[in-house]
């Protein structure tokens, strides 16, 4: 069983603090992505869990096993774990066989094991047709599948992986969330994957850690993460929400443009400003006032955008909020006209801080 647990690490560079009082437990077995924008620590966490870095403060354990402390540090060869780094290098001169045997040759396995072991990975990652190729004869995707065959051959405990798809263009990057996760599933190893996009951490996680400035700002299911955001920054980094501000009425309410707007989340503290999210396709949005006129509020068109499959919409409520409705394609308002918005109570969401 190896379970991998943070607790309270922090890893600082002269003064600054890039990781900062993190802790996090990933269960064995199960897939845990690290999300976030570029310089929120996710590469030095990754590197603290391989023994690349040690920590300034707290302690990493495997298992019932404590690997780092700012004392001591077992070095990264002995963790049974794979990394792939954010560059990954195959050996040019190297077929795609012999890169993904290359770990196994070092630690001196015998040549019958080698080649059990190889014939299984290539038939896993499907890549048995290009066993004889060398990295410059294979696509990006291709040379991204032997770079996680090689990782995997070693049979490690924990598989971290560092923007593994980045080089890859859109198509790609798709398919090999799939691959990646069809991997972890085949093998169930602990997996650490760092990312700073979204839409791959929704798809391949089981817990999503959002990070901001070296800190954990919120972990959770990837629909906890999507549907119940618990800070500003959360809600605007998954999904662009829009986060509209308005003074607290009660445990429940805020005022927006003098309607009382009901919300869902965290608690309201009556007279303090107030953050509340709201995404931009939940909004419904009418040219006539609602029948049923809880949670309206009137707003005025500023633009909007035929996107085919749906429209766009920029609108200003009194006060001068503004916030983005995306509505079905035929919901044809041009700028300047009057409109309503229906704010779903269980859709508004208060936020922390
Ligand atoms: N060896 C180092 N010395 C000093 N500062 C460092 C060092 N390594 C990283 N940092 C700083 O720590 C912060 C976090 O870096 P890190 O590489 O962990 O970010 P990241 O989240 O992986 O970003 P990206 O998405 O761009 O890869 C950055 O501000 C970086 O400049
Ligand atoms: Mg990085």
Known sequence: MASVELRNLTKRYGSNAVVDDVSLTVEHGKLVCLLGPSGCGKTTTL????????????EIRVGDRVVSTPANSLPPEKRNMSMIFQSYALWPHMTVAENIVYGLKLRKMDRETIAKKREAILATTK????????????????????????????????????????NLDANLREEMRFEVRRLHDAYRYTTVYVTHDQSEAMTTADLIC???????????????????????????????????????????????????????????TAGAETAVSVRPHEIRLSSTPPQQADNVVPATVIRQVFLGNSRDYMVEVKGGTQLRVVTAADVAIPPGGAVWLQ???????ALVG
């Open 47 to 58: 590197r603290l869990i391989a023994g690349f870095v040690e920590p300034s403060e707290g």
């Open 127 to 166: 890549l048995a047709p290009l066993a004889q190729r060398y990295p410059g004869e294979l696509s990006g995707g291709q040379q991204q599948r032997v770079a996680l065959a090689r990782a995997l051959i070693v049979e490690p405990e924990t598989l971290l992986l560092d923007e593994p798809l980045s």
């Open 343 to 349: 704010l779903p109570p269980e859709r508004c969401r």
């Open 210 to 268: 959002v990070m901001n400035a070296g800190k954990i700002e919120q972990a959770g299911s990837p629909e906890e993460i999507y549907d119940r955001p618990r800070s500003e920054f959360v809600a605007r980094f998954i999904g662009s929400s829009n986060v509209i501000k308005g003074k607290g009425l009660d445990q429940s309410h805020i005022s927006l443009a003098d309607a009382r707007i009901r919300c869902a989340g965290a608690p309201i």
